[in-house]
Nanobody, 120 residues
Framework: QVQLVESGGGLVQAGGSLRLSCAAS????????MGWYRQAPGKQRELVAT???????NYADSVKGRFTISRDNANNTVNLEMNSLNSEDTAVYYC??????????????WGKGTLVTVSS
């Protein structure tokens, strides 16, 4: 059993900042890619930012220079620091992790999501 739990979502004014956190727990042997996706109403889920186990990052063009992903492998956590938020950032943000479980099976896991609302 593996679980991802997000936290840190909420309401923020345009131009403000917010920090999201995600913790993975369960029968985990290792985690490869870990990161964040988001889904706005009426839109498909899209990549926001991911990081490999060794620190390589991938950002959506729309968030480059504004968002920063960080990761703590020892605690199986990933964070997303979001700055200069605008209305286009309003969405449910989902934590995602590609995990090798203790039974040596790989799985793609998702959190339940945390809502970020940017008001103008």
């Amino acid at each position: 059993q593996v679980q991802l739990v997000e936290s840190g979502g909420g309401l923020v004014q345009a131009g403000g900042s917010l920090r999201l956190s995600c913790a993975a727990s369960g029968s985990i042997f290792s985690i490869n890619d870990m990161g964040w996706y988001r889904q706005a109403p009426g839109k498909q889920r899209e990549l926001v930012a991911t990081m490999t186990r060794t620190g390589s990052t991938n950002y959506a063009d729309s968030v480059k220079g504004r968002f920063t992903i960080s990761r703590d492998n020892a605690n199986n956590t990933v964070n997303l620091e979001m700055n200069s938020l605008n209305s286009e950032d309003t969405a449910v943000y989902y934590c995602n992790a590609y995990i090798l479980k203790s039974d040596w099976r790989w799985g793609d896991y998702w959190g339940k999501g945390t809502l970020v609302t940017v008001s103008s």
